[in-house]
């Protein structure tokens, strides 16, 4: 007989950040009665919903639109919702405020900051290097960055970039977190890299807002975009938001000049003015109802400190791992995120040849993780919902399949 499940049933009751969980509406606890227990392990990609944001988005239908209308733009905060919200999850990704702004999607994101660094680079610098093993979106825009500002694009691993970089280098995009393996990138060595050759650093944060601290104001980073329908529980298809560097928002020259970006948008000017400061990330009008349901689910936050979410994400992750090796025949699966902590997200990537069948499987079981092409069964542990008898269930089911 296992000790592991009495030792998750322990380290629920030990664990600070428990209480959390019920500030969503996910399948009743691992081990509880009441309901079926299910185990959500894709928080990586799709969050869970904040139990208050259905009664917080049909205030904002019913009242703000259906009865304010056009009002609300003012009266309740429309129009300068996306820096706003910027400023509520600045304080998650280490930035002060006044330097973030929520819009559009991340690859659109990626588009505007990737140009806007090779501009601050300056005609001098030629290449772009772009991580080789990028959550493709970045890719296909950096591509497209290259061809529009002349620049060649130069894919390669991020342990390599420092080799890479050089007098031509205008910028480089990086991932924080390795969508597929969960590797975590060395975010301060990196940038410190980049700058020492004069070269501008953007960062995707997709898969580390949320999950860990990122320190982009301590750590110098010049641009960065990230989602928020991930860790950040937003919501499907929820805005993504753009940080510039305070230093460099009078550099920042947007290849999407919209008029929500402009000094002075309702001047109605032929010519256009950059807006100083986050505002001028901005491009056209904003998503309401899907930023203001982002703006509800950052009340989650309320309290909670990323460090301790960060160790939670840890001692969640080995426990994992520990359940896997205690419940899967060695050989079975190759663990593909990193062991030290130092490299490692908030996630656990394991490949084994049938994966994406043995992922169906788990999933008609209650315990859903999602399935990478060709071979990686990806789980994803969310520190503000997902609970250690979670973990020792999900590593059971996960072994029982695998057998
Ligand atoms: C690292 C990374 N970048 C970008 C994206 C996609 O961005 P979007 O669909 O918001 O444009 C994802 C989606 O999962 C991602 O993981």
Not at 103 to 122: C, E, I, P, Y
Not at 156 to 168: F, I
Not at 369 to 390: A, C, E, K, M
Request: negative net charge.
């Amino acid at each position: 007989m296992s000790e592991l499940p009495l030792l998750a049933k322990e380290l629920d009751q030990a664990d600070e950040l428990a209480p959390l969980r019920d500030r969503f509406v996910l399948d009743s606890p691992s081990g509880d009665a009441s309901g079926p227990a299910g185990v959500y392990l894709d928080g990586n990609s799709l969050g869970a919903l904040p139990a208050h944001v259905p009664d917080r988005i049909a205030d904002v239908v019913r009242r703000q639109w259906g009865e304010l209308r056009i009002r609300s733009w003012d009266e309740s905060g429309w129009w300068t919702a996306p820096e706003r919200i910027g400023d509520r999850i600045a304080p998650l990704v280490g930035a002060a405020p006044g330097q973030i702004v929520v819009g559009d999607s991340t690859s659109v994101n990626v588009f505007k900051a990737l140009v806007a660094a090779v501009r601050m680079a300056g005609d001098g610098r030629d290449e772009i290097l772009v991580d080789a093993t990028t959550f493709p979106t970045d890719g296909y825009i950096a591509e497209s960055a290259a061809r529009l500002t002349g620049r060649t694009l130069r894919a390669v691993s991020p342990a390599e970039v420092p080799a890479a970089l050089g007098d031509r280098t205008a910028a480089v995009l990086l991932n924080h977190v390795d969508y597929r393996t969960g590797r975590l990138h060395d975010l301060p060595a990196l940038t410190a890299a980049v700058h020492d050759c004069g070269a501008v650093a953007v960062w995707d944060l997709c898969h580390s807002a949320g999950a860990l601290p990122v320190g982009l104001d301590e750590h110098g980073v010049d641009l960065a975009v990230g989602c928020t329908y991930k860790y950040l529980n937003g919501g499907p298809g929820s805005p993504a938001y753009l940080y510039v560097r305070r230093e460099l928002q009078d550099r920042f020259d947007s290849p999407l000049p919209g008029w929500n970006s402009h000094a002075e948008p309702f001047g109605m000017s032929p010519s256009y003015t950059p807006a100083a400061g986050a505002v001028r990330g901005r491009v056209g009008t904003p998503d309401i109802l899907s930023l203001l349901a982002l703006e509800a689910a950052l009340d989650v936050w309320d309290g909670v400190s990323v460090e301790a979410v960060r160790a939670k994400s840890l001692a969640l992750t080995d426990f994992f791992l520990r359940c896997v090796d205690e419940y899967t025949e060695p050989g079975r699966v190759e663990c593909v995120t990193p062991g030290p902590h130092a490299e490692r997200g908030s996630q656990i990537a394991l490949r084994c040849p049938d994966a994406g069948e043995v992922m169906k499987r788990l999933i008609a079981r209650g315990v859903v993780g999602d399935f990478r092409h060709p071979d990686v069964l990806r789980f994803g542990f969310t520190p503000l919902y997902v609970g250690f008898r979670d973990v020792e269930r999900a590593a059971r089911v996960l072994g029982e399949e695998l057998a």
